[in-house]
């Protein structure tokens, strides 16, 4: 067990949607605070069906739920808003992170860091035309779309607002998932940032959670008054740094382990049983939501994909897993990896 912050769950497209946050939630404890995937509030003002259904009230009852939003136009992000604020939604969060092509290519998601004057007046008028709501409005963000240098000045913008929580994946936008996060820049962002800081990126296990909360998150919550020494004094200050760190955002390490975040915060094995009952609902879930049996076994693949690097034989699962477009067979191949797979664990 680690002394630990607050624990999201990051928005992944096309994974994280209501179904699997609900269906989480009946099985899995740790999670403080769940991102929806980006809608993006368009022209007409409309959501797609999909997008419209992820964030209707019923589809997320008793769940602690902000909307992430991808958009460069502040009157979209302000009338959604305003919206979300109407279905019962106290925070949205403004996508600044997403690496895809064509969303780049438009100047949205990690697109828009590369244009800061407009990001500068976007950011003044969302943030001045919700003022009246009290809506908590968070950014979650790359450090830059080409270089990381980029980060100095986006942080300074930054901190001209009253971002409720800035989320920081320390890649930039053409790192994609390549290489390792860029942890020098969140050091920066810890030192500078006038907000809140949530950190994101490659948290995959309770050992890269204890390391990374050893670093940064030891002491937070009790600063003593009144450091005697000079060493007193510094690690005061240090801990004062850290103490800006509200949580941390798990990802493709929280979906390839659901129990990863309970196993943070009580330190709970991920047992079998319950890895079993909740693939099943989420089985079951899907068929009911989605008449199309191959869009089930499309979305039930995305899920293995993931929950496969739990397993010794990941690749030996995964290839039987991708041959297979029969929603039987996988779920059958799912339930004998689960019940008899060896669990993996990292080589010393
Ligand atoms: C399949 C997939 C879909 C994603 N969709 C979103 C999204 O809708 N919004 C967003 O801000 N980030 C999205 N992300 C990025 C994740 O939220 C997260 O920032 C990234 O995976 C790094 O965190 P991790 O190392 O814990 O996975 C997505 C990532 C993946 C792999």
Known sequence: MVDTKKIYMAPMEGVTGFIYRNTFARFFDGIDKYYTPFISPGEHRNFKSRELKDVLPDNNAGLNVAVQMLTNNAEHFIVTARKMMDF???????????????????????????????????????????????????????????????????????????????????????????????????????????????????????????????????????????????????????????????????????????????????????????????????????????PDEKNVVFKIKENLFYLVNLFEDKEEYWKRIRKSDNLMELAAIARRMIGDGEFYRKKD
């Open 88 to 290: 019962g939604y106290r925070e949205v969060n403004l996508n600044l992170g997403c690496p895809s092509g064509t969303v780049v290519a438009k100047g949205k998601g990690s697109g828009f860091l590369s244009f800061p004057e407009k990001l500068d007046a976007f950011l003044d008028e969302i943030y001045s035309g919700l003022a009246d709501t009290g809506l908590d409005i968070s950014v979650k963000t790359r450090i830059g779309r080409y270089e990381q240098d980029e980060f100095y000045e986006l942080l300074d913008i930054y901190n001209k607002y009253p971002i409720s929580e800035l989320i920081i994946h320390p890649r930039v936008q053409k790192d994609m998932y390549r290489n390792t996060p860029r942890m020098e820049i969140f050091d920066y962002a810890v030192e500078n940032s006038k907000n809140p800081l949530v950190y994101n990126g490659d948290i995959c296990t309770v050992e890269d959670y204890e390391r990374f909360a050893g670093h940064y998150l030891k002491n937070a919550e009790n600063i003593p008054d009144e450091p005697k020494s000079d060493k007193e004094r510094n690690n005061k200050e240090s801990d004062k740094k850290s103490a800006n760190i509200t949580a941390v955002m798990l990802g493709r390490g929280l979906i390839s382990n659901p129990g990863l975040a309970g196993q943070i915060v009580s330190g709970s094995c991920t047992d079998r049983s319950t890895l079993r009952n909740f693939f099943d609902e989420l089985v079951l879930a899907y068929r009911e939501e989605i």
